[in-house]
């Protein structure tokens, strides 16, 4: 039995990308007996978590409707949209979509809309076709659209309306198939399924993410994977109560790199130092890392060199290591805004709230005594507005989740 588990944890790694450090070997064991065979389609059905209900992250939602989808409308003279929910477990979400764009109207207007949502899971495929949910999906949604979009079957079930279910094509998907991505998307959401998967596979993933896009496509991701070193190609844009990322335009500047630059108390002529940030920005980590611990042993009371490594151990998943590097950081600089908003997204995955919190805290605080168009320091062309928006928005969604969007893990 050890070796099929071993196998089986090596196939679900190899084969699909999962991050085999959340799989215990007891519950695959189980599993494994229960199915009595080595079924990879079943044991899929088994270890995924199938969690999703209608317009989840509710400000999401909102800036597709009041922010994305203006600006669309505005700028796709040919009337035709295509969006991609990779991810999209038993449909709620290209769902959601598909609501969402029917209220704003581009259905009335003539648009010619593509939504098309994916999956790794046969059932979870099976259940969006059929399009009949229980009450527990609609803990986010409004009366009104449940009455308008769906037919109530019984005390506990509903279906979708076949107008909106015709809307949206399903089908199976295994996102380490990255030449089977569809291209000429304008919006791409994958939300919660990338914090499920190997960090060997995520940049791949997100590179196909980017091929994907046409110039100027939105990505929506989860909450809980808002990361500067993973997006490093896109662009970073805030809303009042979102954080979406842009692909940009070739002839707006071409590439756009959000990592540091250089902090505040950083001597400008190391060598090592602007030598380490290159090798962030170009994902070698190795060398990144061992460049800042040079640095570091002349440098000692260098804020930023320290919150450079955190970024690292942060990419690397080592969390722990991440916290006590910002936690180095912050000891030398208490106003670094940044090191504030990285540790206390760690500490939210970590479910420790309060100290999210404090953290948020501090680092609004520190950011309302600066410019809206100040630069941040630490951030390579990002504002100290658009990172007030960001923690602002974190605040928010640390009352609506709790940190659970970070802690839950395939079973």
Not at 31 to 49: A, F, H, Q, W
Not at 178 to 186: I, K, L, R, S
Not at 235 to 254: I, T
């Amino acid at each position: 039995m050890k070796g099929n588990v071993d196998r089986t944890i090596r196939m679900l790694r190899d084969r699909y990308g999962l991050d085999v450090r959340r799989l215990r070997r007891d519950v695959i064991r189980s599993k494994i007996e229960r199915l009595g065979e080595l079924d990879s389609s079943k044991l899929l059905d088994e270890v995924l978590v199938g969690e999703s209900y209608f317009f989840r992250d509710q400000g999401q939602f909102d800036a597709l409707f009041k922010e994305v989808l203006p600006i669309l409308e505005r700028s796709r003279k040919d009337k035709e949209i295509s969006i991609w929910s990779a991810g999209c477990s038993s449909g709620e979400e290209p769902y959601s979509i598909a609501m969402t764009l029917d209220r704003y109207g581009l259905y009335k207007k003539g648009w010619d809309v593509n939504i098309l949502g994916t999956d790794l899971s046969h059932n979870a495929i099976k259940k969006a076709r059929e399009g009949i949910y229980t009450e527990w999906s609609f803990r986010n949604t409004p009366r009104e659209i449940i009455d308008q979009y769906f037919v109530r079957l019984d005390a506990d079930r509903y279906k979708i309306r076949d107008e909106i279910r015709e809307k949206v094509t399903f089908g199976l998907m295994n996102l380490m198939d990255v030449f089977a991505y569809p291209a000429g998307m304008d919006i791409i959401f994958c939300r919660n399924v990338l914090i499920y998967l190997d960090r060997d596979v995520i940049g791949r993933i997100i590179e196909g993410f980017y091929r994907s896009l046409r110039e100027g496509g939105w990505l929506f991701v989860g909450p809980g994977e808002l990361n500067g070193i993973w997006f490093r190609r896109f662009k970073p844009v805030f809303f009042e109560n979102a954080l979406v990322y842009r692909k940009p335009f070739a002839s707006r500047g071409g590439k756009v790199v959000r990592l540091p630059k250089r902090g505040g108390r950083s001597d400008p002529r190391s060598v090592d130092l602007r030598e380490a940030v290159i090798a962030l920005r170009g994902n070698d980590l190795a060398r990144a890392e061992a460049l800042l611990r040079g640095y570091i042993r002349q440098n000692r009371m260098d804020p930023y060199a320290y919150y450079l490594l955190g970024l690292i151990f942060q990419e690397r998943g080592l969390n722990c290591d991440a916290v006590e590097m910002f936690r180095r950081a912050l000891y030398l600089d208490m106003d670094f805004a940044a090191a504030h908003f990285h540790i206390a997204n760690l500490y939210r995955c970590r479910g420790e709230i309060g100290r999210a919190m404090k953290h948020l805290s501090s680092a609004e605080r520190s950011l309302r005594m600066r410019d809206e168009n100040e630069p941040v320091p630490g951030e390579d062309g990002l504002r100290c507005g658009e990172l007030l928006a960001a923690v602002r928005m974190q605040r928010k969604l640390l009352s609506s989740y709790g940190g659970a969007e970070c802690e839950r893990a395939p079973s």
